[in-house]
């Protein structure tokens, strides 16, 4: 089954405990990309990885490192977590090309206190 | 620069009742839109896109290029249909998302 997998679903931690969530997707895709979900804000983009070792900044990138030496993951690294950074976690893949649908992970719900 | 606007954060609609979730977007080029939705406990997913000219699950959205809008419609509201909508536009390999609006379908 076609899937994009993030762990762990639920997390809280406290503040300066760096933490990283994985994402792991099993359709070959090119490009995977990092959003955090917040109320009224909706989707805003983390970071985001077009290739193995090709990384870029997204929208709200401060606070948050990612990686991708492999290519079916792409794991969201939090080196010293704040409590600005609770949120919900989602990880996207999508295969290279134009009229793609981007696959969703689970969500990643994380608490920083 | 390119934005994706919902200007509703809400939806509230009596079963049976038409639907209407707007979505305007601002984009230099041709623009390519897809609606997501997201159901109670469960993952975004795709709805539909606007280059399929397809309804799903009885949901339809027309480019407007004029208006630069792609409003998501349905004639006819089912309870099932209570979800999150976001309304997406590709620029290049990413997608630039709206702020989402909940649809409450009341029985």
């Known amino acids: 089954e076609a899937q994009v997998t993030q762990n762990p679903r639920y997390l809280i931690t406290v503040t300066g405990k760096k933490l990283t969530v994985t994402c792991s997707q099993n359709m070959n895709h090119e490009y995977m990309s990092w959003y955090r979900q917040d109320p009224g804000l909706g989707l805003r983009q983390i970071y985001y990885s077009m290739n193995v070792e090709v990384t870029d900044k997204g929208d709200v990138p401060e606070g948050y490192k990612v990686s991708r030496k492999e290519k079916r993951n792409f794991p969201l690294i939090l080196e010293s977590p704040s409590p600005n950074q609770t949120s919900l976690y989602f990880c996207?893949?999508?295969?290279?090309?134009?009229?793609?649908?981007?696959?969703f992970g689970q969500g990643t719900r994380l608490t920083v206190v | 620069a390119q934005r994706v606007t919902q200007p509703e954060k809400l939806l509230s609609v009596f079963k049976g009742a038409p639907v209407e979730l707007k979505c305007n977007y601002s984009y230099s080029g041709s623009p390519e839109l897809f609606w997501y939705v997201q159901y109670s406990r469960q993952r975004l997913q795709l709805l539909l896109r606007?280059?399929?000219?397809?309804s799903i699950k009885g949901f339809t959205a027309d480019l407007n290029k004029g208006e630069t809008s792609f409003h998501l419609k349905k004639p006819f509201a089912q309870e099932e249909d209570s979800a999150m909508y976001y309304c997406a536009l590709r620029r290049g390999y990413q997608l630039i998302w709206g702020a989402g609006t909940k649809l409450i379908i009341k029985p």
């Open positions: 996207i893949s999508r295969a290279a090309g134009g009229d793609t649908e981007a696959f």
């Open positions: 606007h280059i399929s000219r397809e």
